[in-house]
């Protein structure tokens, strides 16, 4: 009877070492590998935060969890808090617009009907997004004053990492105890980019997809806030960097794979400023990341599920649960919006290509993905008149 156990104990010991190692190697892989601006891919005129992530946004925090099983699981959890309290209690005001709507956006019709986020906002996979929800309802209803708390809006967001690497999607293959990690780890500073989080099992333009962020200053003259971007990248077309026909170059094109088209894929973008805007002003603001999408070559296909979630965190225009009035306080020069449009589009553009550049070659059950040829592009970029300054 012992032996007999041990023959199965011994795959799982072995399974659990590799799954760790991976774990322990993807990020100082990605170490190596560099971000745009380290290329000379620095899209717009627009100068990006210290850290060129969404954390430059005051307030804004950042947790991941990544999880590898074995050679069937590749996936993970991305958490974003808009600031350190209690979201519940002390509301941001919030967007959510459409690109194209093949999607699992939980939580999206009452942020629109109300223009508030009360909860963090999770990225995971497809078939994670209600066990994401329900293990963050269960941790904020565990936070102090939430014991008369009968309702809550979780706002969770997915893109499919189901094919080559995450091929135990089905089993839908995260716990609460992994979303609970990246809530509590959620952080400001440097935000960790590539294969990681929730996008560990992702693919982008044919190459491998994950987690990327930038952000843009604007000037003093017109406010001096912040915009910053997250995105996570699992969608397609073909791949233009600054104008450049990169993807063409790479040898990709749209019709390419005719059992599934390059041209579908999701891709979830959160938007962050520090901008004191209304929820109106802050859809009009979302739908511009869109436009920055469009300039790296999507084409937003018939399966995509192209979603930008945007709130402020301007402590000005934050509502408190139940308060008697609704505050209206916001920036009061309209014509100031012209500047974050400019901003959101450049930083969702720049941190779709870190997506890229950072996410590291992963093989799964299904196969391997590779991450773009920095190489080959790094050539390529240098013919289109694209260097590092």
Known sequence: MGAMT?????????????????????????????????????????PPGPLN???????????????????????????????????????????????????????????????????????????????????????????????????????????????????????????AAQVRQALTSARAGPVEEGSVGAGTGTRAFEWKGGIGTSSRKVPASVGGYTVGVLVQTNFGGVLQIMGAPVGRELGHK?????????????????????????DRNLKRLASRALMGLARTGSVAGNGSGDYVISFSTALEVRRT?????????????????????????????EAIYNSLFKATTMSGKGGTVEAIPIDRVREILARYGIRPR
């Open 53 to 175: 992530a969404i954390t430059d946004v005051p307030g804004v925090l950042v947790g991941q969890m990544t999880v590898i099983e074995a050679d069937s699981v590749r996936t993970g959890i991305t958490a974003i808090l808009p600031h350190a309290g209690n979201l519940f209690l002390q509301r941001v005001p919030a967007a959510i617009v459409v690109g194209n709507g093949f999607g699992k956006l939980l939580g999206s019709t009452q942020v629109n009907e109300l223009g508030e986020l009360e909860t963090p906002i999770l990225l995971t996979c497809t078939l994670c997004v209600w066990k994401a929800a329900d293990a963050m309802v269960e941790w904020m209803l565990g936070q102090p004053g939430m014991d008369k708390v009968r309702s809550i809006n979780p706002v969770v967001g997915e893109t499919n990492d189901g094919y080559e690497l995450n091929v135990a999607i089905r089993s839908r293959p995260i716990t």
């Open 254 to 278: 749209l019709s390419s794979n005719v059992t599934r088209s390059n041209a579908d894929g999701s891709i979830m973008m959160v938007v962050a400023t520090d901008a004191p805007l209304s």
């Open 6 to 46: 041990n023959v199965k104990i011994w795959p799982a010991i072995v399974a659990t070492i590799v799954a760790a190692a991976a774990l322990h190697t993807t990020p100082l892989r990605a170490q190596d590998r560099p971000r745009a601006r380290e290329l000379g891919v620095a899209p717009g005129v627009l």
């Open 321 to 349: 649960r139940d308060a008697q009035r609704m505050t209206t306080t916001e920036m009061g020069n309209t014509e100031q919006l012209s500047a974050l449009y400019e901003a959101v589009i450049e930083a969702t553009e």
